[in-house]
């Protein structure tokens, strides 16, 4: 891919395409070549004020806006979206690396967000009653929170755009949306799009950025953002989270991961193989902060699941996202790989036993291999980071207790995965779990009508669902003298 005219690069500030004031710009790569596929504007705080300036001007309006007509433009944006799903998907694979079939996965994934909130739109309600006493009436209604940030990660650029887009707009907020420096296209080609569906001028405002600490932290600072929409990493999310405190700016974060999958004697192995695919390898182990990091199987059953998920993996076929027949394609940049080369030496060094993989590749891209480790040490650095990478690391265990604290010994909760056939334990596992999610004999739990979040150091409130528009809403209370 190379830079073309309807491929937008310019930061999108009130409705209009601009450069930024300083005229800076900044390389998006292609990680499968290391090659430059674009350069796009590398916006300041002076385009970040431009960007408030326009959502602050455009809230009162776009608030008063009915929600029919607001739940139209999604509808709208939702059929853009999937007409142009091959052009969509061809961008992302460039600029993120994940395969062709992936990535149109994700544009159908990113489209059902906006149609779920489109009809999440015209459902927003209040209440009536007479209070306790007797002596007062309440009406209470909902209201826009007010104008946004939305800052969204590189793994999924163009659904968690969608994400978190879809419910502002359904609930009258603007926004201004700050994109991951490594895959913006994405999401400037959604800015694009609403605004072909209709979008007034000033409600979305995209900057993109390599100087996200200049840009975020006056908005979050100033006072006229009301409310942070935000996935990352836990750390950066401890510091969002102290710069909204001057402001008391209403928070939303899905942050860091750390899922277990746990594989019962009585689980159906061929079910939990296939599940381990899903929860290890969708996105190539760059879900977002979803995938299986910690598998935990029982020690009856743990060499046969281990040699099962090896012949699965080492039949992946790895290369260029656009390449027919690839499964596995670049992860995200040369420093994504290190880390995941990093993690791997430090598990082999302390005796795991490499089943497949564990290698880099020599050449162009940030390559690395399907890989399965077994007999992982406890105190191994990948069973308390992320790996972000596509790395099984496998743990046997003994008893229920034993895997239920084991899995529950980290300071994150976003989801976990179970697999076993007895009713009984599917349910008391699941309860005893740490988490926001769990898959239950299932590999995946992403889905539009879903409340997706975490507990503990996971984050804080929900995206998807009915709980996602929720997060953009404020109650008013009005009492009346009940005469």
Not at 75 to 102: C, F, N, Q, W, Y
Not at 118 to 132: N, Y
Not at 350 to 378: H, I, K, M, N, S
Request: glycine content about 10%; overall charge negative; some cysteine.
């Amino acid at each position: 891919m190379t830079e073309t005219p309807d491929t937008p690069t310019q930061l999108f500030l009130g409705g209009a395409w601009a450069d930024a004031a300083d005229g800076a710009v900044m390389p998006v790569d292609d990680p499968a070549t290391g090659e430059i596929l674009a350069h796009v504007a590398d916006a300041g705080p002076k385009d970040a004020r431009l960007a408030e300036e326009a959502a602050v001007q455009a809230q009162q309006e776009w608030a008063r806006t009915a929600p029919r007509a607001r739940s139209e433009i999604l509808r709208r944006a939702h059929e853009i979206v999937l007409e142009r799903t091959d052009e969509l998907a061809r961008l992302m694979t460039s600029e993120m690396g994940k395969p062709l079939a992936e990535a149109r996965g994700e544009v159908a994934y990113a489209a059902e967000f906006l149609r779920w909130f489109s009809e999440e739109a015209v459902r927003i309600d209040g209440g009536h009653g007479i209070l306790p006493d007797g002596r007062h009436r309440m009406i209470l209604s909902r209201r826009p929170v007010g104008p946004c940030l939305l800052i969204t990660p590189w793994n999924f650029p163009l659904a968690m755009g969608a994400r978190k887009i879809g419910p502002a707009i359904a609930a009258g907020c603007t926004m201004v949306l700050k994109p991951a420096p490594q895959t913006p296209l994405s999401s400037l080609a959604l800015a694009a799009i609403l605004k072909e569906a209709g979008l007034p001028d000033g409600v979305l405002n995209v900057v993109t950025t390599s100087r996200a600490g200049e840009v975020c932290e006056p908005l979050l600072r100033g006072g006229r953002i009301r409310k942070l929409s935000f996935t990352g990493s836990t750390a950066v999310g401890r510091l969002l989270l102290a710069q909204c405190a001057d402001t008391v700016v209403r928070t939303s974060m899905e942050l860091g991961g750390n899922a277990p999958f746990v594989v019962f004697d009585d689980a159906d192995l061929d079910a939990a193989v296939d599940g381990a695919m899903v929860a290890k390898m969708r996105n190539m182990g760059e879900a977002p902060c979803t995938a299986a990091n910690r598998f935990f199987v029982h020690r009856s059953v743990a060499q046969d699941f281990a040699d099962r998920l090896a012949r699965r993996m080492a039949a992946l076929v790895v290369g260029p996202g656009t390449d027919d027949g690839v499964d596995v394609g670049p992860l995200i940049d040369a420093a994504g790989r290190a880390k995941v080369e990093d993690l791997v030496a430090d598990a082999v060094e302390r005796g795991a036993r490499v089943l497949v993989g564990g290698t880099t590749p020599e050449g162009p891209g940030c390559f690395y291999p399907p890989t399965v480790l077994t007999d992982v040490a406890p105190d191994s650095r990948l069973m308390r980071t992320e790996i972000f990478g596509p790395v099984a690391a496998i743990l046997a265990f003994d008893e229920e207790d034993e895997v239920v604290r084991r899995a529950n010994d980290t300071p994150s909760g976003l989801v976990g995965y179970v697999f076993t056939e007895g009713l009984d334990r599917a349910l008391r596992v699941s309860e005893r779990l740490e988490v926001g999610m769990v898959g239950l004999n299932t590999g995946l739990v992403s889905n539009p009508a879903a409340p997706f979040g975490g507990v503990k150091q996971s984050g804080l409130g929900r995206e998807g669902g009915r709980a996602g528009i929720e997060e953009f809403l404020e109650y008013q209370y009005v009492a009346l003298p009940n005469r």
